[in-house]
């Protein structure tokens, strides 16, 4: 399985290469489309049989089903229970990170944690959590390892501490959350390719982790901490924070998904 998010695609820089709408997002969803093929034809060349792709950024429609690799499935489309893990539960034997980027409140490239501006940290069990160390917790619930995460080198660099069994392809190097060295699409269509067939020695699902957890979440705003506390279990635990604990992984992600999707609906305008 591949979950795919773009802001950490080939070339990505900058807000309008990832709202849809926009010029360069028509542009990039071209970049984003090619490295998930890249992916895929290494998942292959090293052993897969099926690939699913999980489109999992913002409106979950981006990649371009004309251009991806007839040998692949996709999931494409809003809303979904595990959200940019969905499929996770369904017997796969590995799962690839794909356009990932570094967590809110860190130096990345388009850096956040699900909501683009509003939440300044997350932490899972008291660390400071990315959507990829979150969503490893959860394929952790299902034993699945995860195999390759790319994005930029401060994405690469949280990987190693959440999945240091994975290999990690960066794309850009950061020079700010706008700015980036990035490498061509020849140059990183090979390095996920090769990256992807390598990891493919690690895939085979393994001992299903199951145990309960606590998730802080800190918002740039008061209100949007009021907001989300009014979701049974989601305690305000500061004027910008809340907190919940759930038994499970799969639980703590859809309580975060519900967290996230009131607070995003509590932002007025320019003010937030």
Known sequence: MISADMEGATGVTWTD????????????????????????????????????????HSSQRNLLLEDLDPRARML??????????????????????????AAAGCDGVLSHTYLPNQITGVWLDGVLASEGRLNAALAAEYGVPVLLISGDDKTCDDARDYAPQAATVAVKECISRYAAICLPPSRTTADLADAAQRAMQHA??????????????????????????VIPTVEQTGVRT??????????????????????????QGKYG
């Open 204 to 229: 085979g699902r393994g001992t299903p982790t199951t145990q309960a957890h606590h998730i802080d979440v800190e918002f740039d705003a008061s209100h949007l901490a009021q907001a989300a506390a």
């Open 76 to 101: 494409t489309g809003r809303h979904k229970p595990l959200s940019m893990m969905e499929g996770i539960d369904t017997g796969v034997d590995g799962v690839v990170f794909l356009g990932y980027h």
């Open 17 to 56: 290469d990832v709202v849809p709408g926009t010029e360069q997002w028509q542009r990039f969803r071209r970049l984003f489309t090619g490295d998930v093929n890249a992916v895929i034809t290494g998942l292959y060349e090293g052993g897969a049989t099926d690939v699913l792709v999980n489109e999992a």
């Open 242 to 267: 809340v907190s919940f604990d759930a038994p499970t992984m799969t639980e703590a992600m859809k309580t975060f998904k519900i967290v996230t999707a009131i607070a995003d609906s509590a932002v």
